[in-house]
């Protein structure tokens, strides 16, 4: 089984000028742990996740409505294709620490793919993501 067939096809995402209140209040709406950042041309600026959140905003006290995305989000954006194997996108995964992966095809946001999708769809993924969930993500890389 290949990425493309478990990918969600439909995903949510933001400017890197919209406020953090504003993303934090799309990421509720659809009960989702990130938005991919995406600047208006539709090139792939960033991923902003929960943790960006708790650290860039909440742990220094700031107000939401006064931070911008792009203030807060990751930008160096571990991606993958949608032809890859389930496995190999397990190790993507693994190796930097992630828990989320934006596909992309010919420079275009095409889905994403999460930890949690691959233990639903692979059983023999459980080992490798079971170590990635319990790995401590690496500083700056994919947040």
Do not use: W
């Not at 934090?24 to 742990?33: A, D, L, T």
Request: proline share 3%.
């Amino acid at each position: 089984m290949i990425i493309e067939d478990i990918m969600k096809k439909n995903v949510k995402t933001c400017r890197p000028d919209s406020t953090v209140l504003e993303a934090v209040k799309i990421m509720n709406k659809f009960g989702i742990g990130c938005l991919i950042v995406v600047e208006p041309s539709g090139r792939v600026a960033g991923i902003m996740t929960e943790r960006d959140v708790l650290k860039g905003v909440a742990e220094k006290n700031l107000l939401a409505e006064e931070v911008f995305v792009k203030d807060i989000m990751s930008t160096d954006i571990v991606a993958i294709e949608p032809g890859i194997s389930l496995e190999e996108a397990a190790e993507v995964m693994a190796k930097y620490r992630i828990k989320k992966l934006p596909v992309i095809k010919e420079g275009e946001l095409v889905g994403i793919v999460t930890a949690s999708d691959l233990i639903t769809y692979e059983h023999k993924l459980i080992e490798k993501v079971a170590f990635l969930l319990a790995a401590k993500p690496q500083a700056g890389v994919g947040e």
